[in-house]
């Protein structure tokens, strides 16, 4: 798409100001971000968000061969958003032994499994003795597969939960065998909206400078944003150039930094949130939006990922065109956005993520976890 056409699908003028800015590579502000939230032009938005994903990644777009792993259901944090939480004593509250990982692991559905995704709850009975144990037991037995694991304030929580620092507990799990950290848990840091949300989490600021320690450690963080329940524009403008911030930094000090963006759809059902406030689904072209303002606010951020577990997979497709150059992975066996009562499937093969991005007209990569390099397309 050249700068003629580009503007050929731009209808809202005050939009043509931002399609400058996006081919010149000048950064977006803060009143440029609300206005990419109110411009009623969804298609001129998407088209420039979509010039801006073709620059960085072409007609590429990537996924991985992953698997979810949900440790423990055990959390004290208490999100408000949550349905998957069981509190201390709950005959439904599990835990993981590292023999149960292992056996979960060796099922047929995860061969060829090259991602191990691993978040889950604030469990007071966990430290970081017991993550070495489940790191090096699944490093023993599945040697090549990427564990990726904790939220932020999962580190945050398990460190303290230690007696150690954040520094101590993150050099002990790259010794186990972490590799990165997917990034969830930064829901909306605007402390207000926090408080309604996830009284039970720490603050906002907490994610950051968590995320910050991560990053001097040189391991790759993604970041996440929650959207669709009663935050407002700003909030999520203010939240997207706070993450922009900390890249910036990291980037400045030599440091690999955030690898992916994804912005989490609220999911309304089975929880307290849903049912204390009139909220209802994100729509797709709530969710078309949130990819493109990503994708144009973070432009120090590579990958823009189009989660289909929340979204569907046909959403997904289309969110390709509208700034997501990635469609997350397999996601097998995931349980946290399906306790909620997500009908997306429990996970897609390989052959069927190929299939969504090269029927969406794209050139589907499957990337190693561990950096871009081509496994097959």
């Known amino acids: 798409m ?20 996006v081919e010149l590579g000048r950064r977006f502000s803060f009143d440029d971000g609300l206005l990419l939230y109110e411009t009623p032009d969804l298609t001129g938005l998407g088209a420039i968000a979509h010039w801006a994903r073709r620059r960085l990644h072409g007609n590429k777009a990537y996924f991985t061969h992953g698997r979810r792993m949900s440790y423990t259901n055990v959390c004290l944090a208490g999100c408000q958003f949550c349905a998957f939480r069981a509190e201390l004593g709950d005959p439904k509250g599990y835990v993981l032994s590292p023999g149960d990982a292992i056996a979960e692991l060796k099922k047929p559905q995860n061969e060829g499994v090259t991602e191990l995704h691993i978040t889950a709850g604030h469990n007071p009975q966990l430290d970081i ?20 694991a904790f939220t932020m304030l999962e580190i945050d929580f398990y460190a ?17 065998g972490l590799a990165s950290c997917p990034g969830g848990g930064a829901e909306i840091f605007d402390s207000d909206v926090r408080k309604q949300i996830c009284s039970g989490k720490q603050n906002g ?13 040189d391991i790759s963080t993604n970041c996440t944003m929650l959207y669709g329940h009663i935050e407002k524009a700003s909030h999520r403008v203010d ?33 307290e ?61 995931e349980q946290i ?35 871009l390099e081509l496994i097959r397309k």
């Open 2 to 21: 050249d700068a003629l056409t580009l503007r050929q699908h731009i209808q809202d003028q005050r939009l043509l100001t931002l399609a400058d800015k």
């Open 129 to 148: 003795e017991y993550f070495e144990q489940l790191f090096r037991a699944i490093k023993g037995h599945f040697p090549y597969i990427h564990i990726k």
């Open 160 to 176: 303290k939960n230690s007696n150690i620092l954040i520094e101590e507990f993150l050099d002990r799990c790259q010794a186990a």
């Open 205 to 217: 600021q907490t994610w950051l400078n968590t995320a910050r320690t991560c990053h001097q450690k």
């Open 239 to 271: 939240h997207l150039l706070r993450l922009r911030q900390l890249q910036d930094d990291s980037l400045a000090s030599g440091h690999k930094g955030f690898h992916a963006f994804i912005p989490l759809a609220y999911q309304v059902g089975k929880n």
């Open 273 to 333: 949130l849903g049912r204390n406030y009139n909220i209802h689904e994100t729509t797709g072209a709530r969710d078309l939006r949130e990819i493109a303002v990503a994708r144009l606010l973070l432009d120090n951020v590579p990958h823009i990922k189009a989660y289909w577990v929340m979204i569907t997979p046909g959403l997904a497709q289309i969110a390709l065109s509208y700034g997501a150059d990635d469609l997350d992975g397999t996601a097998i066996d």
């Open 337 to 371: 956005a399906r306790s909620t009562g997500t009908k997306t499937s429990r996970g897609l093969s390989v052959s069927q993520m190929s299939k969504l991005i090269s029927d969406a007209g794209f050139v589907a990569v499957e990337r190693n976890p561990s950096d």
